[in-house]
């Protein structure tokens, strides 16, 4: 790792400190002190991540940049390359013009989103405690929560990408800035298709009033706006709205890769495309059963509810749906996380899923399985039973 990355990280740690400070929770000198201990920390435990190469990086991510170099960078946008969506794609684009190793620049893109994740975890707990201590719990939890360590700085994935601008936009919403917060999941879903897995809670902030009919018409908007770098370089307009189509048909036959969902009970199951079929309407039933209860009882979806709905929906939504990753809970740790940070006698739901998802994690890039993947599946479960139990408490006994 040359001066640039190490400046370039560093610089990384002053904007996260910054956010801190401009967010007004630093109020003494101490304070700042202790913060910057704290971001030091986070970020040399990053750097420490900086030089591992995954097969990903070698395989895919590499390959794609090297070929952007190859083809007149962002004129290559017109080709079919690799199967991200097209937004990630136009920073592979700019990496092929910067002689920085791209292991680096990729790792120091994700880590960049990891502090924006941050500061939108602390802002939306802050839509539910004043308290200075547990916002920024929530900020530092995320820095340091493994599974948002390893994912960006150790594996060079993206999801902090995507999972920013989703409890962005929760955020946002929930705040009375329901357009922001539109834009936002568009943009989360620009980036990955896995932002469907807590798109439906725009569902819910509809019946629960804090977002409107019209405000669905932003969607597709952005998500077109972001398509058109790619058109205007070369690309069929249809090939970008289609994409995600495409991912769908390699996502693979084997019923569960590596993830704690319901289907790492599946080892002796014979018809896997009857169990795919039930997963996928077990999905659905689960999605459209959240509707109904916040439909039913709207009067009393209080933020608290709302909140609740999306722990049901993360874990739930990809527990019960086939063909998952172990990459695929990212949102529910940091919903999970945050939660608990607002409300401590909750801290069981993110160890839950951290221990679900770091099994999958442990399996992945260390090539065997440290437990079985079923006891991630048991805990998964534990904790979409509790957010369930603690959204219906809320429906049921809560005024808006």
């Given at each position: 790792m040359d001066i640039a990355v190490i400046l370039l990280l560093f610089a990384e740690a002053l904007l996260a400190l910054a956010a801190l400070y401009f967010s007004g929770l630093l109020k003494r000198p101490k304070d700042v002190a202790v913060c910057a201990a704290l971001v030091a920390a986070a970020f040399v435990v990053r750097g420490s991540c900086f030089n591992h190469v995954t097969a990903d990086y070698e395989?895919?991510?590499?390959?794609?940049?090297?070929?952007?170099?190859?083809?007149?960078?962002?004129?290559?946008?017109?080709?079919?390359?690799?199967?991200?969506?097209?937004?990630?794609?136009y920073f592979l684009a700019a990496f092929s013009y910067?002689?920085?190793?791209?292991?680096?620049?990729?790792?120091?893109?994700?880590?960049?989103f990891d502090i924006v994740l941050a500061y939108a975890a602390m802002s939306l707990a802050g839509l539910y405690?004043?308290?200075?201590?547990?916002?920024?719990?929530?900020?530092?939890?995320?820095?340091?929560?493994?599974?948002?360590?390893?994912?960006?700085?150790?594996?060079?994935?993206c999801d902090s990408i995507y999972a920013a601008f989703a409890v962005l936009g929760i955020?946002?919403?929930?705040?009375?800035?329901?357009?922001?917060?539109?834009?936002?999941?568009?943009v989360s879903f620009a980036f990955k298709l896995q932002a469907v897995f807590i798109m439906p809670v725009?569902?819910?902030?509809?019946?629960?009033?804090?977002v409107k009919i019209r405000h669905f018409f932003i969607f597709p908007a952005v998500y077109i706006a972001l398509m058109l770098p790619a058109v205007a370089a070369g690309m069929p307009f249809m090939d970008t709205i289609t994409l995600y189509f495409d991912q769908m048909g390699t996502v693979g036959s084997a019923l569960n890769y590596n993830s704690p969902s319901i289907f790492a009970f599946s080892r002796s199951v014979q018809?896997?495309?009857?169990?795919?079929?039930?997963?996928?309407?077990?999905?659905?039933?689960?999605?459209?059963?959240?509707?109904?209860?916040?439909?039913?009882?709207?009067?009393?979806?209080?933020?608290?509810?709302?909140?609740?709905?999306?722990?049901?929906?993360?874990?739930?939504?990809?527990?019960?749906l086939p063909h998952m990753?172990?990459?695929?809970?990212?949102?529910?740790?940091?919903?999970?996380?945050?939660?608990?940070?607002?409300?401590p006698e909750y801290l069981a739901l993110p160890l839950l899923t951290q221990f679900a998802s770091l099994l999958g994690y442990h399996a992945y890039l260390r090539g065997y399985y440290f437990?079985?993947?079923?006891?991630?599946?048991?805990?998964?479960?534990?904790?979409?039973?509790?957010?369930?139990?603690?959204?219906?408490?809320?429906?049921?006994?809560?005024?808006?």
């Open positions: 395989t895919f991510l590499s390959v794609w940049v090297e070929y952007f170099r190859n083809n007149g960078g962002f004129a290559a946008l017109a080709e079919p390359i690799g199967n991200y969506n097209v937004p990630y794609m910067i002689g920085i190793d791209d292991l680096y620049l990729i790792k120091l893109l994700s880590v960049f405690t004043t308290s200075r201590v547990k916002r920024l719990a929530a900020f530092f939890g995320v820095l340091f929560l493994p599974t948002v360590v390893l994912n960006g700085a150790y594996w060079g994935q955020y946002f919403a929930l705040s009375g800035r329901p357009s922001a917060g539109m834009a936002c999941i568009a725009f569902v819910v902030l509809l019946l629960s009033g804090h018809d896997t495309a009857l169990a795919s079929n039930l997963g996928i309407i077990a999905a659905f039933a689960l999605m459209l059963l959240t509707f109904l209860l916040v439909a039913l009882r709207r009067g009393r979806a209080s933020m608290w509810a709302v909140l609740g709905c999306a722990l049901v929906l993360s874990i739930g939504i990809p527990y019960f990753h172990e990459r695929y809970f990212f949102v529910a740790d940091v919903l999970t996380l945050l939660f608990a940070c607002a409300a437990l079985p993947m079923s006891y991630g599946a048991v805990a998964l479960a534990v904790a979409l039973a509790l957010s369930l139990a603690f959204t219906l408490a809320q429906l049921y006994s809560s005024k808006k």
